[in-house]
């Protein structure tokens, strides 16, 4: 009896451990117990029973089914085999201790406690081209006429609402001449501050109404100074995302020299470097006029391919296509979810998505930034966990991630706190 009894104990203890192990990660808490049924009836007042028997359905048809199986029958039988009955004793205490369960070593329960992600809000940062070619015709407007009645109808839109907007001019000129700047450091400062819509919408009418047209297409520095002063808003904002939106008319022009690298390819550069640093900031693209060859390159570096491009330039095409970029640019970063004086461990977080409303829920696993992010998509912190400082202040997805959940209705994600976190594989 003993030795039958063993190795199904050690089993259920392998099973009870294998299913606490695979159920971290759940949403739910996973703090239980399994029950087990090793065939005894704690509630059958004969306690005494042999187990065997309860174990067999058919015992009532076996030729020793009438056959006492009581304990004192037994230890009668035993006596009259000539055995000492004391035998008998240590035999059945033996075999109680079989029957108990088996200690159970202390396992962590792993606890996942789902809190519903919230996506960070996004501002815009519009980088336009003043140049003198934006005085060409499209249409019954110039360029610069629609450009300037198309995004001051955007900033008014109330579907704007809650959107933050700012604003910096291209090309910049020094002591009253014409002749551009084409340092980075022209372009770090802002002619209208990034604010909340609608409230800055008339300092950005002003601006417009203000500008200039002036020679020269300073691509490159308008690109990258503008790039670095919308990550330092991203950073200095950590609750709101920052994308830049750089409409120009077309190819870099003027600010020649291997300086300043005023080329389509070192824009490109510029727009990738900003893309896959830390924190990451994208940059959307606006073509206005036929020539804006190469620029879908540049959108692509920026993490928004493609660029939208407008060849004539008119006013209700150029408000499509703001609203286009509005309606489409849902954040891929979305908030940590802290607790008021509740300290997270970020080794201890992972993210569960739900593509569409009737989508299979799917647990991803964490990459280590957007360099690794590969066709299996995945998720990374935008600072190294503690005790690195300062900490993360949000979580990224990964594009293969991101773009089926944000691009299909009633998708949904969910941070588990509590598992230890999940690594992406390849």
Not at 162 to 183: D, E, M, R, Y
Request: hydrophobic share 35%; glycine share 8%; proline share 8%.
């Amino acid at each position: 009896m003993k030795s039958s009894r063993r190795p199904s104990s050690i089993r259920l203890l392998a099973t009870m451990v294998v299913a606490m192990a695979a159920a971290c990660g759940s949403r739910t808490p996973l703090g239980f117990i399994p029950s087990f049924d090793d065939g005894t009836d704690d509630t059958d007042p004969d306690s005494s029973r042999d187990p065997d028997a309860s174990r067999d359905p058919d015992g009532s048809a076996r030729t020793d089914a009438n056959i006492d199986r009581s304990l004192d029958a037994r230890n009668d039988n035993d006596r009259e085999a000539g055995r000492d009955a004391s035998d008998v004793d240590v035999d059945v205490a033996d075999r109680r201790d079989v029957f108990d369960a088996p200690d159970i070593p202390d396992i962590p329960p792993c606890f996942a406690e789902s809190r519903e992600g919230k996506g960070i809000p996004i501002d815009f940062y519009f980088v336009v081209d003043k140049s003198t070619s934006m005085n060409a015709d499209a249409g019954m407007q110039s360029r610069w006429t629609a450009m300037a009645n198309a995004l001051n109808t955007f900033v008014r839109s109330p579907s704007s609402a809650g959107l933050g907007a700012g604003v910096n001019f291209f090309p910049k000129t020094s002591g009253g001449n014409n002749n551009a700047l084409c340092g980075v450091n022209d372009y770090a400062t802002p002619d209208v501050p990034i604010a909340l819509l609608p409230d800055v919408a008339p300092q950005i009418a002003t601006a417009l109404a203000a500008q200039r047209l002036v020679s020269g297409t300073p691509t490159r520095a308008a690109l990258e100074g503008s790039l670095g002063y919308a990550r330092a808003q991203k950073m200095a904002r950590v609750t709101r995302d920052v994308a830049v939106v750089f409409l120009t008319d077309g190819q870099p022009s003027g600010c020649s020299g291997s300086n300043n690298n005023n080329t389509i390819a070192g824009a490109v550069a510029a727009a990738r470097t900003f893309y896959t640093g830390t924190p990451s900031v994208r940059t959307y693209v606006l073509g206005i006029g036929p020539s804006v060859n190469n620029l879908n390159m540049l959108a692509q570096a920026g993490g928004t391919a493609p660029a939208r491009l407008i060849e004539s330039g008119g006013e209700a095409e150029l408000v499509s296509a703001f609203n286009a970029i509005r309606d489409n640019s849902i954040t891929c970063e979305y908030q940590i979810p802290m607790r008021p004086g509740e300290p997270l461990d970020y080794t201890l977080v992972n993210l569960q998505i739900r593509v569409g409303i009737n989508g299979a829920l799917m647990q991803v696993g964490k990459v280590a930034n957007l360099a690794a992010c590969g066709a299996s998509g995945g998720w990374f912190y935008d600072q190294p966990v503690p005790p690195a400082n300062p900490p993360p202040t949000r979580i990224t997805l990964c594009p293969a991630t991101c773009d089926p959940l944000v691009l299909t209705a009633g998708s949904h994600l969910d941070v588990l706190v509590g598992c230890k976190t999940m690594s992406q594989s390849p």
